[in-house]
């Protein structure tokens, strides 16, 4: 359901942009066609398997690979001795800044291993039973070291230091001893203890949040050549081809222009394909056996090695006045990185309170180390977590004065003009559309019945622009194609066409789109942070802009007219007006079947750096049902509404609430990585890491609202990120709605809420 | 407005700093005159907010008389 601002159907005089268009690529998904990372094959290809540590933390004293390349079959083997010593420096990636040296001790261990599956060394070989065997050669020498898994573990003074050469940084003075915490940040505006002093009714509550992974259905598979002049080539699933090569090159010391990099149809990312982990090694594999090496990883090594989120504990406290006003609002947040620094601890801190307008805020974050995988970016990385932890509180001050839970967040609300917490003011934006829209949802009316319970949360992301290209095509039929240099994970194709279309004015069919390869259109950025309808699409726009202005060229030649007085309507040159001269129309095909005439080819290109991302805003409602005999939570009932700012193709944008709704909900109730008394994951697979399957879930009500982002043509905002912040919390006030407990510790499973229900917590 | 630790690293503690510039490259060059270092840091790692408005890469957008800028982290996403 799509409605504006003021509750009404959206009406324009827009063609396509709207519309539930056909998605280009859905034949190819659903016959199978489609090649997906581990589907691509090369004339004499061999396969890479990885050796990874059996060890949470340990000391490599040696390797020694003899007996593996002796192996008949083996093809070639590497360890971080076959990758370039890299300095500690950092460069921008994302959410986070990488450090390159941390980047390639995490793709093969050097000196250490930092978490249990960490990867030790690589193989090629001619079948994976040899490659297999010749992993059973390897000889490593481990020294065991302790470990640590929590992160108030890590942090403590006496905990096992992960790396000596760390010393935390935003502290002053520095510390002169190295410790587990990475990093120390600060945000706030006003004066917090003057706030709480003001307030009626105090909440402070800590939480925990368990390191949870993306769950994308494809696991991570790359194919890699090089041949014997240097030149390589790079096939895999990845959110990124540009940053694959980036990093690729940076981590063998390569230079950008010997490596090309080919993405394949991509089977789910949510962040956790930003990064890299087989790609440097099939091709360090192939630099040294110039053979094709193909790589791809079990569901358990994905689990091992590839990043979750962050697990968390989060400390929240809000004060407010008994009418409903908020006087402070406080947190200290400290994330789990992974093995090397790097979580998400700054969007964690500055997204904690965006939702609202506030005078006295303070929020502190540290960035932990502990022997797990290194963490990922997981739509709006940080931002569920800290997010989660607020959501419940405001939920208890708004029981605590007596008020309702959507009124109380409007009468805090953000909007156009405030201060943001993290400083700068917003823009125009939709969060009071959002709860207004879900306060009128019948949903929102209905009643329930015994042991169930309704909840409310929202959530903020900020979403971002950035590098994008794209060229555009004009076939000499009058069709077209459309380039773009970025993955389609969520349906951009389908975005991009329809932009296109609406900017040419021709059928939405007639345009076809390609994602192209490094080597075959400029620099764009990965697909995250909700950009690409938006960035890349602006990218489109423009190019469709300039294929416009050379078509009214080309037509005013024909028509030996000035170009000013012509004009392009519904896929059509027209003469401007009679003052022009009496012309038939040009159609797109008419004028594209006499380029060759008129000039040559006719295609469009663009690149930019787009500017003005508008933030978004989203407010759940979920109903659960407790069976207070089990512990079982169920979601009964859910509705999220979401400003989308312009929804490009309504069903996808639909799918990415959807979507992200079904992953906060596991988030809540199922999802969480265990490890046993020696820092061993468990539950590296998906029977027992549960993540919800379509017969645990309602149908998800998606209600999409419609604030314009004044800096897009059509008014678009990403939308790929919110629908992940408000689940947790939505889920969590709605068992506390329907228990009178409130589960602090996520995940809300069955015998942890059993454990509640008998406790009377 | 800057952070933390940017203040704590270059500005002894002020997070609140007035300069004349007409663009983002010529506030990091002054800054830089200021605190050695800190206009090249936050070139380098930095989004500016320049009346509500983030830019991740800023470089030569205008700043206007009364305008109003806070540095960010980068923002990324998933």
């Not at chain 1, 450090?99 to 060394?121: E, I, P």
């Not at chain 1, 791809?296 to 989060?314: I, K, L, N, Y």
Request: a negative charge; one cysteine or more.
């Amino acid at each position: 359901m799509t409605t504006n601002g003021n509750g009404s159907t959206q009406g324009n005089g827009l063609k396509w942009v709207g519309k539930r268009t056909i998605r280009p690529d859905g034949v190819d998904k659903v016959t199978g066609r489609a090649q997906f990372g581990a589907d691509f094959t090369l004339p004499g290809m061999i396969v890479g398997q990885v050796l990874r540590s059996p060890h949470a933390h340990a000391n490599i004293r040696s390797i020694k690979t003899d007996k593996a390349e002796a192996l008949p079959g083996v093809k070639a083997v590497v360890t971080s001795a076959d990758f370039p010593e890299l300095p500690s420096t950092f460069e921008a990636a994302g959410e986070v800044m990488l450090n390159f040296r941390d980047m390639s001790c995490n793709v093969l261990a050097r000196k250490k291993v930092l978490y249990h599956g960490h990867a030790v060394a690589a193989v090629a070989a001619t079948s994976v039973a040899v490659a297999d065997q010749a992993l059973a050669l390897i000889e490593v020498d481990y020294e065991i070291l302790p470990h640590v898994i929590d992160v108030i573990e890590a942090m403590a003074p006496d905990a096992p230091l992960l790396h000596d050469d760390m010393f935390t940084i935003g502290v002053e003075p520095t510390p002169d001893k190295p410790s587990n915490i990475a990093k120390r940040v600060e945000y706030g505006l006003g004066d917090i203890e003057a706030g709480f002093k003001a307030a009626d009714v105090v909440v402070e509550r800590e939480f925990t949040t368990k390191a949870v992974h993306q769950g994308y259905i494809e696991p991570h598979a790359a194919v890699a050549t090089a041949s014997e002049d240097g030149q390589c080539h790079i096939w895999c699933s990845t959110q990124g081809q540009f940053v694959v090569r980036a990093y690729v090159s940076k981590l063998l010391g390569l230079e950008i222009s010997q490596l090309r990099v080919t993405p394949s149809e991509i089977g789910g990312g949510f962040g956790g394909k930003t990064v890299v982990y087989l790609e440097p090694l099939a091709l360090a594999l192939s630099l040294k056996c110039h053979r094709p090496v193909k790589m791809v990883m079990s569901r358990e090594e994905v689990f091992q090695a590839s990043g979750p989120t962050s697990g968390a504990h989060v400390w929240v406290k809000v004060g407010a006045t008994k009418d409903g006003r908020i006087t402070a609002a406080e947190a200290v947040l400290k994330y789990q990185a992974g093995a090397v620094q790097g979580s998400p601890i700054m969007p964690g801190c500055m997204c904690a309170f965006a939702p609202y307008d506030l005078e006295n805020v303070k929020v502190v974050g540290f960035d932990v180390v502990s022997n797990r995988p290194k963490v990922a970016a997981y739509r709006a990385p940080g931002a569920p977590i800290s997010e989660f932890g607020v959501e419940c509180v405001i939920d208890e001050v708004a029981n605590k004065i007596g008020m309702d839970a959507i009124a109380f967040r409007e009468k805090n609300a953000a909007r156009e003009g405030t201060h943001a917490a993290y400083g700068p003011r917003f823009g125009p934006v939709g969060y009071t559309e959002t709860l207004r829209v879900a306060k009128e949802h019948p949903h929102y009316h209905a009643p329930l019945g015994p042991n169930q319970g309704r909840g409310v949360a929202s959530g903020f992301w900020f979403n971002i622009g950035g590098d994008s290209s794209a060229a555009l095509h004009i076939n000499e039929d009058g069709t077209a194609t459309v380039i773009s240099g970025c993955p389609d994970i969520g349906g951009s194709r389908a975005s991009l066409v329809i932009m296109a279309a609406e900017i040419l004015g021709i059928d939405v069919d007639r345009v076809r789109p390609i994602i192209a390869d490094t080597s075959s259109i400029g620099y764009s950025f990965l697909t995250g942070g909700s950009r690409v309808t938006f960035a890349t699409g602006m990218a489109v726009i423009q190019a469709a802009e300039d294929v416009v202005r050379q078509l009214r060229e080309r037509a005013a030649m024909i028509w030996e007219i000035d170009v000013e007085a012509v004009v392009w309507e519904n896929g059509e040159a027209r003469p401007s007006g009679s003052n022009a001269g009496e012309f038939d129309p040009l159609s797109l095909g008419d004028i594209a079947a006499k380029a060759g005439k008129t000039g040559g080819p006719i295609n469009g290109h663009a690149s930019l750096n787009a500017q003005g991302a508008g933030p978004a805003f989203g407010t759940h409602i979920c109903d659960v049902e407790v069976d207070k005999e089990t512990g079982r939570v169920t979601v009964l009932r859910y509705t999220a509404v979401q400003d989308a700012g312009k929804a490009i193709h309504p069903s996808y944008v639909e799918g990415q609430i959807q979507g992200g709704a079904v992953q906060g909900i596991g988030w809540a109730l199922n999802e969480e990585y265990i490890y046993d008394e020696k820092g061993r994951l468990e539950n590296a697979g998906f029977l027992d890491y549960r993540i919800p399957v379509a017969s645990d879930m309602p149908m998800i009500d998606a209600v999409i609202v419609e604030v314009p982002n004044p800096k897009h043509p059509f008014g678009v905002r990403g939308v790929g990120e919110v629908p992940l912040c408000p689940p947790m919390a939505a889920v969590a006030n709605a068992v506390a709605a329907a228990t009178g407990l409130r589960m602090a510790d996520l995940p809300i499973s069955p015998p942890k809420l059993l454990e509640a229900i008998d406790n009377g917590l | 407005m800057l952070t933390s630790g940017l203040s704590q690293q270059f500005t002894g503690g002020r997070s609140e700093i007035e300069v004349r510039a007409a663009t983002v490259r010529q506030l990091l060059g002054e800054l830089d005159d200021l605190y050695p270092g800190l206009g090249s840091e936050l070139g380098t790692d930095t989004a500016i907010a320049i009346d509500g408005e983030i830019f991740q890469d800023p470089y030569l957008e205008a700043i206007g008389a009364d305008s109003e800028i806070y540095f960010l982290p980068r923002i990324g996403g998933g």
